[in-house]
Structures are given as C-alpha cells and as structure tokens.
C-alpha cells in the first residue's frame, strides 16, 4: 500500500508542478524501500514510463510547439541515452555495495535537482540565453538521458533548465521537449532492462500497487479543477527531494 500512496502522490504533484513524477519518488524509495537499488530502478523506470506515457497522450490532443525533426532528434538521443545509462547503472550496483551505490546515486541525484533550481531561482535573472541551434538538442537529449537512465528518473528539472538556457525556449517547448526526453529515456532503459533480465521483471508484486499509483496520480494531475499552484507545489517537491536524497546520503555513510 505504501507504493501506491508514494507513486500517486509523487506522480500527481510532480506533473502538476512540471517536475516529473519520480522526482520525488525516487529518493522516497532510496529511502523507505528495502529493495536493491536495481529493483528501485526498475521500479522508477515503470512509474516514470506510466505517467510520461499519460502525458502524452493528453499532450497529443493540442497543437505541439516543436517541429517534427527536433522532436525526432530528442527521442533518438533520449532512447540512446537511456540504453547506455542502464548498461552503466547496472553495471555500476553490481559492483558498488549497496550503501556506496545509494550514497553516490543520492548525491549525483541532488545535483541534477539543485541545480536547474538554482538556476530558476537566481542564475535565470541574470544569465542570458545562449539561443543555440535545435540541432543541438541529440546531444542535449542524449546526455540527460543518459543520467536519468542511470538515476531512473526523468530528469526532467535538468532538461527544463538546459532547454531554457540553451535554446531560449518558451515554456511550452521545454515542457514537450522535457517529457520527450523522459519518455523514450525510460523506454530504452526498460528495453534493455527486459533484455538482461529475460524479459522477467523483478518484485512484480510491489509493482502490481506502484503502477496503479503511478498511473491514478497521473490521471489526477491532468484534470485543471483539482490541480494545486504550480509554483508552491513545485517548490515544495523541490524542497522534499533535495532534503529526502540528503538524509539518504547520510543514513548510507552512517550505515
């Protein structure tokens, strides 16, 4: 039941704060969940996946603000990025205890957060947009999806601040260009999970209550009447996962 609770909660006030649904949920699982960290990945990777896949579909109904070719480029370099960063990830806690792994992930996790909010919140006033070419967005696509392959979480904040300080993008493209890169990161990350698991999929009873969740609070956030301000609610995410992926850090180096 705390699966459910988790992914519906994190899935409803991420999308509605534009900062993706395992934003949170990621470091909650660190945090709560006595699964491997592959497990956990597994798991951020199917939540993550269900709610980018709603979002789309509600996003397919309005006018889409990018141009077809750079929406292709955003999903090849995310869908590379995303089989190459769960190569890496799993990799990388089979090798590492799990302590280290949660210690390193949280950290590297707590980066990517803080920094896109850092730039929001101050560095956005002051440094101008670099107004690059869209051709740039493979590569853009690619190393976020990368990390977030890795992190199996959608990274969203990151591609929010890298669409805005790159390309001068408005809202509306960095949020498709954002979602974009989530969903087809997770969905090369989860290819190649199928893969290397024999198409087997572990702890499927605890994903039989996360996808539910994953999936109501997705549902919930796209409906206009019950949504919270954008703002608070994203600050308050912001707020909850930073301290969340700290606390994780430390219980690893105390452990």
């Known amino acids: 039941m705390i699966y459910l609770l988790l992914s519906a909660a994190s899935a409803f006030f991420g999308l509605t704060a534009g900062l993706g ?25 199917m939540a993550t996946l269900c709610a980018a896949l709603i979002s789309a579909f509600f996003a397919l109904g309005q006018p889409l603000p990018l141009q077809q070719d750079e929406l292709l480029l955003l999903a090849a370099g995310a869908a590379l990025g995303g089989v190459l960063g769960d190569l890496a990830s799993a990799h990388f806690v089979a090798v590492i205890p799990r302590s280290t792994a949660v210690l390193l992930q949280n950290a590297l996790l707590f980066t990517l957060i803080a920094l896109p909010s850092v730039y929001f919140s101050t560095l956005a006033r002051t440094v101008r947009p670099l107004a690059m ?107 909850l996962s930073l301290f969340t992926s700290l606390i994780n850090m430390a219980a690893a180096v105390v452990g």
């Open 21 to 45: 649904p395992t934003t949170l949920l990621r470091p909650l699982l660190d945090a709560v969940s006595p699964l491997t960290p592959s497990s956990v990945a597994m798991l951020c990777t």
């Open 133 to 239: 070419s869209r051709m740039l967005s493979f590569p853009v696509a690619f190393g976020v999806g990368l990390l977030g392959s890795f992190l199996a979480f959608g990274a969203e904040p990151l591609s929010l601040a890298l669409y805005f300080l790159l390309f001068d993008a408005e809202n509306d493209e960095s949020s498709i260009a954002a979602l974009t890169i989530a969903l087809f990161a997770m969905a090369g990350k989860l290819i190649t999970l199928l893969i290397r698991e024999r198409m087997q999929l572990p702890d499927a009873d605890v994903l039989l209550w996360l996808l539910p969740g994953a999936l109501g609070g997705a549902l919930l956030a796209m409906v206009p009447s019950i949504r919270p301000s954008s703002s608070r609610s994203g600050d308050t995410l912001l707020r």
